[in-house]
């Protein structure tokens, strides 16, 4: 069973704190995603990555930033909390050679 | 650029009724079209897609989908809705593979009364 894993289910930082959200896939895609979830604005594209070491501005990167050192898997870093963060993340991937997306099962990240 | 529209926010049907989730998209290329279901609380798992060949696809759990490029729509149908199909549907929208990333619509919510 295809499966990508997010690093933790819930999650509650200090405003100001760094923030690291692991994601890791285990059906060797080449893209990886990282998608914020908030009521009424649906999935918004933080970054993606389409390699290793990779990486694109998806439509809201202020804030963030991501590493890619390794194909499986893929972080997104909070370097200064704040609590306009607070939200579900979800990580997703997909190869080369179809568009479809996986998706983990979400990171509920609340910052206080 | 690309986008995609779903008109309905919030849904309300009563269990054993049959469902029609609207879709929209606007995509320069020829598309690649996803419907996704997220249960409270959950990631987004694929209902259906449709890449070529048959207008008319069928998915998961009973659901299937049209697409008609003459109106830009690829709308979701279920014959009899349950109650565990209480939950948020998203389309969205691509293109053949790459490093190409999906456009998702912002979801519809459904409720399913008893």
């Known amino acids: 069973d295809v499966k990508v894993t997010q690093s933790s289910r819930y999650l509650v930082k200090r405003t100001g704190e760094k923030v690291f959200l692991e994601c890791v896939q285990d059906?060797?895609?080449?893209?990886m995603f990282w998608y914020r979830q908030d009521p009424g604005l649906g999935l918004r594209l933080i970054y993606f990555?389409?390699?290793?070491?990779?990486?694109e501005k998806g439509d809201i990167p202020e804030g963030y930033s991501v590493s890619r050192e390794k194909k499986e898997r893929f972080s997104l870093i909070l370097e200064s909390a704040s609590t306009n963060q607070t939200s579900m993340y979800l990580c997703?991937?997909?190869?080369?050679?179809?568009?479809?997306?996986?998706f983990g099962q979400g990171t509920r990240l609340t910052v206080v | 650029a690309q986008s995609v529209t779903q008109p309905d926010i919030h849904i309300t049907v009563s269990e054993g009724a049959s469902l029609e989730l609207r879709c929209n998209y606007s995509?320069?290329?020829?598309?690649?079209l996803f419907w996704y279901v997220q249960s409270p609380g959950q990631g987004l798992q694929l209902l259906l897609k449709?890449?070529?060949?048959?207008?008319l696809v069928q998915g998961i759990k009973g659901f299937e989908a049209e697409f008609k490029r003459s109106q830009s729509s690829f709308n979701l149908r279920k014959p009899s809705v349950h109650w565990s199909d209480a939950a948020e549907y998203f389309c969205?929208?691509?293109?053949?593979?790459?490093?190409?990333?999906?456009?998702f619509g912002k979801g519809t919510k459904l409720t399913v009364n008893p």
């Open positions: 997703a991937s997909s190869n080369h050679l179809d568009t479809e997306a996986f």
């Open positions: 990555s389409y390699d290793v070491k990779m990486k």
């Open positions: 449709y890449f070529s060949g048959d207008t």
């Open positions: 969205a929208v691509g293109s053949q593979g790459g490093s190409e990333k999906l456009v």
């Open positions: 059906m060797d895609h080449e893209n």
């Open positions: 995509y320069g290329a020829t598309p690649y």
